[in-house]
């Protein structure tokens, strides 16, 4: 199975401040990889795929990079809303894995 | 609007069987490959199982395999897993989702089912 370590754990930043949340993959997964966002007590949804497109609706503070088995999620300007977890997954290859997570919280 | 609505969650004990149902609206059903995603208490998320639209191939993941079945009937727009010889580990809230281009992608999710196994 691949893989996925996601760093940090937890984040705290301020409002308006620019945050970066990082995933590893085991081996190379071609930009097979994508975010989503889980708010406290709701359901995950679709941030990102394909590593850096954006899906239909989601702010373009948002954004992804990189490629092989190093990849990034970065929030521009954090919003009161972004409080979340984020979670990256790669979907290369069955069984589809999930990284464990970072929680964002407001300082 | 796109909608998935689980149904069919609860407490069972070690060893029974749960049956749980995705009702899809929204979209063309038939159109989309589907997934099971799960995640335990205060846990990541987990992909269960996958099928394609036509429900002729299935996927699932090793710790699941021969005891759960996912399955879909495209006329009634509902998707299907149903899981035997549970076991406490699988105590999590199970998601419905769709499968955005049939590649991995889960573009809807629907808010959960819980499932507790549970003596």
């Known amino acids: 199975d691949i893989q996925m370590t996601q760093s940090p754990a937890s984040l705290s930043a301020s409002l308006g401040e620019t945050v970066t949340i990082e995933c590893r993959a085991s081996?190379?997964?071609?930009?097979?990889l994508a975010w989503y966002q889980q708010k406290p007590g709701k359901s995950p949804q679709l941030l990102i795929y394909?590593?850096?497109s954006l899906h239909t609706g989601v702010p373009s503070r948002f954004s992804g990079s990189g490629s092989g088995t190093q990849y990034s999620l970065k929030i521009n300007s954090l919003q009161s809303e972004d409080v979340a977890s984020y979670f990256c997954?790669?979907?290369?290859?069955?069984?589809?894995?999930f990284g464990a997570g970072t929680k964002l919280e407001l300082k | 609007e796109v909608q998935l609505v689980e149904s069919g969650g609860g407490l069972v004990q070690p060893g029974r069987s749960l049956k749980l149902s995705c009702a899809a609206s929204?979209?063309?059903?038939?159109?989309?490959?589907m997934a099971w995603v799960r995640q335990a208490p205060t846990k990541g998320l987990e992909w269960v199982a996958s099928?394609?639209?036509?429900?002729?191939?299935?996927y699932y993941r090793d710790s699941v395999k021969g005891r759960f079945t996912i399955s879909r009937d495209n006329a009634k727009s509902t998707l299907y897993l149903q899981m035997d010889s549970l076991r406490s580990e699988d105590t999590a809230t199970y998601y419905c989702?769709?499968?955005?281009?049939?590649?991995?992608?889960?573009?809807?999710w629907g808010q959960g089912a819980s499932v507790t196994v549970s003596s």
């Open positions: 989702t769709r499968d955005m281009g049939a590649r991995g992608v889960m573009d809807a």
């Open positions: 929204g979209f063309t059903f038939s159109n989309y490959y």
């Open positions: 099928i394609t639209n036509s429900g002729g191939s299935t």
């Open positions: 081996e190379d997964i071609y930009n097979g």
């Open positions: 394909n590593a850096n």
């Open positions: 997954q790669q979907y290369y290859d069955y069984p589809y894995t």
